[in-house]
């Protein structure tokens, strides 16, 4: 038998075996929070229209179904057997393939960086320079050993006593896979202040920090030690967008999040991300998402309930 077939096998087996697991763990249209900090299970039942969405820094393993992601002029498949990393929290938009017989199912890792930096340090002696300028999502193959620490997590999160006491090591362990992985170079380079993609990290963090202030475009460039034309074009090289609509749309992301999750009402919503005008929240939210902010709270927990 030759190795190919040993792998593909073995890959094979783990991710069955995660679908069964996670069939257990996710029961519930959306996303559903694990009993460890960090971790989400994701399961869509139907085929959903690209949408925008809105992803944090992430390690997203998906074990049955498939995502096409748009971010800029790029184009991008998630599916069974993929992971896909997102170093710095990313704009962009997504459909999914999904049915009530084979519902798209996932789980979601938090990247820590922290942790990625305690790796990093370890691994300085042994690992080289990134070969080429680091991007801001990856989707790459599920290789053996990061599929094995994911199938163990899951097993793990299916017992409060196991996630406790083995859960934040196997997911240090994962995090040290995809750092040594072929993805490792962007989450790398977004801990380093001084390589340009680094300097964009710590401006999105910034923006992320104070998304409810008046976030002025000069100063974050002055502060990542770019001049304005500089930093708009590193910025767009990473975000696909500029600095003012990657601000205007993470505001938006999250007073939808707070709506839905919290159940804030869209003025409520709308202060907390920074709006002194409800009527221009209403009207750039309705430019993006397609409906008001009512209509849209309403369709999404319609969309989940359905489930």
């Keep these: ?5 040993l792998f593909s096998d073995a890959t094979d087996r783990m991710q069955q075996r995660m679908i069964e697991i996670l069939g257990h763990l996710a029961p519930n249209e959306g996303y ?7 971790v989400q299970f994701i399961r869509a039942s139907r085929p959903m229209p690209r949408l925008p ?4 820094p992430s ?17 991008f498949v998630y599916d069974a057997q993929q992971y896909l990393v997102l170093s710095v929290p990313l704009p962009f938009e997504c459909e999914t393939d999904a049915s009530l017989d084979k519902p798209f199912l996932a789980i979601s890792i938090h990247v820590d960086l922290a942790v990625i930096a305690e790796l990093a340090i370890l691994l300085d002696e042994t690992r080289g320079a990134a070969i080429c300028e680091p991007r801001g999502i990856y989707s790459t193959p599920l290789d053996v050993p990061l599929a094995d620490a994911v199938l163990r997590l899951l097993e793990t999160l299916a017992s409060v006593h196991d996630t406790r006491v083995l859960g934040p090591s196997i997911m240090r362990e994962i995090a040290y896979r995809v750092l040594t992985g072929v993805q490792g170079d962007a989450i790398r380079a977004a801990l380093i202040q001084q390589h340009r993609f680094g300097r964009i990290t710590k401006a999105l963090q910034r ?3 104070d998304l409810h202030q008046d976030l002025d475009v000069e100063t974050l ?21 500029s600095p003012i609509q990657y601000v205007k749309t993470a505001r938006l992301h999250h007073a939808k999040r707070m709506m839905v999750q919290d159940g804030l009402s869209a003025g409520a919503a709308a202060a907390r991300v920074g709006y002194v005008s409800a009527s221009q929240f209403s009207r750039e939210f309705k430019r993006l998402f397609g ?7 309403r369709w999404m927990t319609r969309a989940w309930k359905l489930g």
Aim: with cysteine; aromatic share 10%; net charge negative.
């Design 1 to 5: 038998m030759s190795t190919h077939t």
């Design 32 to 38: 559903t929070c694990a009993d460890l900090e960090g």
């Design 291 to 297: 409906r008001s902010p009512s209509d849209e709270v």
């Design 59 to 75: 390690i997203i393993v998906v074990c049955q179904g498939s995502k096409y992601g748009y971010l800029g002029d790029q184009s």
């Design 53 to 56: 969405v809105f992803y944090e």
């Design 207 to 209: 923006i992320h920090l």
């Design 221 to 241: 460039a002055r502060e990542a030690g770019m001049s304005l034309a500089v930093f708009h074009a590193q910025f767009k090289s990473v975000t696909a967008t």
